[in-house]
């Protein structure tokens, strides 16, 4: 191996249009960034001209810190770079020799040299660079064969305040980066979907809160467990979660006395949305999440969406609503919630669910029936000053 200076060239992607606003979003970015490599080691985080550049000041898993920058939303790309601080031509064609006889270990490909020219004072053109790196590589490996239209390997030559040299892009996430676009409150059950529909709105910039309904005892502790290890999970991509354990069993049984058993869920599902609203009010939250999608189940029919979405001011968001399950359940495999999701243990909805659930609830019989909670207003306000909250952070942070 030779000793070439080794580092990160992060290519960020939407975020780059933003105008005006793009600096904030470079900074929020970056600082993902060292947040997420501090437990990695040492390393020096700057902005680079439409790029950030990740420079190690100590040993570190290569693996590792791939693996973390690949879990940041607003990242495009990650290419492990080698940085020349002498730009020299010599030194650069030289150089550019040593990384891919240290990244490769046969040279049975066709590539291609692109060059970037930031700094227009540097002697040679662009395209000047290319050619004669793309020369000066052939000169000394013999094997390798140019294609300038379809290179199984690109191997880029940037003159910046620095030279770096890579050819390896390892795709990111996309998205932009969480805290960009405000806060969002996050319904998130135990099940397979809240947790995808959360990581979805994450990925869009949004930070988020969540709210879980607890039914003590009907949902064991354990179910309780579940939703806080999906947070965790989630919080890997989203940062950290205030998660909000309401507690509801008084507040269900009340409903399961007073109101049409066809008609609980849906009566249960708005109160939960008058919940979330007040505690996302409460923290600064401007939208709800549900892990809802057309027509999955009885409480998910666009009658009875409508029936639920009456109760808020808020705009809910449910970035599921046009999936299948089997590709939300691709997602949430991805994302690696799945496992945790399909663990046994009841949710609150599970137990009191009527046999013949309204598909088709009409809101005016609704309203008529919640007329009979006389007391629901002090037993939500109850319920939001017991709430129990858990701070979550990610694994990985701790
Ligand atoms: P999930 O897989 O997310 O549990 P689901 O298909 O089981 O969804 P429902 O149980 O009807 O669907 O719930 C719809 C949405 O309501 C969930 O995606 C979630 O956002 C919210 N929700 C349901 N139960 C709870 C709960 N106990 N606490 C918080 N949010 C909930
Ligand atoms: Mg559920």
């Known amino acids: 191996m030779s000793n070439l200076k080794k580092a990160f060239l992060v290519k960020y992607g939407e975020i780059a249009i933003k105008g005006k ?17 501090k437990p990695c080691g040492d390393f020096k985080v700057s902005k680079e001209q439409g790029r950030i ?5 100590s040993d570190y898993d290569y693996d590792e810190v791939v693996d973390r920058l690949s879990r940041i939303f607003g990242l495009v790309g990650i290419c492990p770079v080698v940085v ?36 227009k004072r540097y002697p040679l053109n662009s395209m000047e660079i290319a050619c004669e790196v793309g020369a000066y590589l052939l000169d000394h490996i013999p094997e390798l064969k140019v294609d300038v239209k379809k290179p199984d390997v ?15 892009i390892i795709k990111g996430l996309g998205g932009m980066p969480v805290g960009s676009n405000g806060k969002a409150m996050l319904m998130l059950s135990g099940g397979i979907d809240s947790p995808v529909a959360g990581y979805l709105v994450a990925k869009r ?8 309904y607890h039914s003590h005892p009907y949902t064991s502790e354990r179910a309780k467990q579940k939703v806080i ?17 309401v507690p509801f069993t008084d507040i269900q049984l009340y409903i399961y006395e007073q109101c049409p058993h066809e008609q609980l869920t849906i009566i249960m599902r708005r109160i939960m949305m008058i919940i979330a609203e007040r505690l996302a009010e409460k923290y600064g939250a401007i939208a709800l999440v549900t892990g809802e999608s057309i027509g999955q189940v ?14 808020c001011n808020m705009p809910v968001f449910r970035p599921l609503i046009g999936f299948d399950k089997q590709e939300i359940v691709e997602i949430s495999e991805k994302i690696d919630t799945y496992g945790t999701s399909i663990l046994p243990y009841e949710d609150c909805c599970t137990i009191f669910v009527a046999k013949h659930p309204v598909t088709k609830p009409s809101l005016k019989s609704i309203i008529r029936s919640e007329r009979r909670l006389e007391k629901i207003d002090e037993m ?16 990985e942070e701790e």
Not at 89 to 115: H, I, P
Not at 302 to 310: D, E, K
């Open 21 to 37: 606003n793009r600096y904030i979003f470079e900074n929020i970015l970056a600082d993902h960034i060292r947040r997420a490599l």
């Open 380 to 395: 939500i306000e109850e319920a939001i000053n017991n709430v129990e909250l858990v701070k979550i952070k990610p694994d």
């Open 84 to 119: 020349l601080e002498d730009m020299d031509f010599e030194t650069v064609k030289e150089a550019t020799l040593m990384y891919m006889k240290d990244e490769y270990e046969d040279f049975n490909f066709t590539f291609k040299v692109e060059s970037r020219r930031a700094d």
């Open 229 to 245: 290890d999906l947070a965790k999970i989630v919080s890997r991509y989203s940062g950290r979660i205030n998660l909000n354990v």
């Open 154 to 168: 690109k191997v880029w030559v940037e003159i910046r305040s620095r030279a770096y040299i890579y050819s390896k």
């Open 205 to 212: 910039g949004v930070k988020l809160d969540a709210v879980y």
């Open 53 to 57: 550049f990740i420079e190690p000041f």
């Open 298 to 311: 009885a409480s998910q029919t666009i009658q009875s969406l409508n029936a639920t979405n009456s109760v």
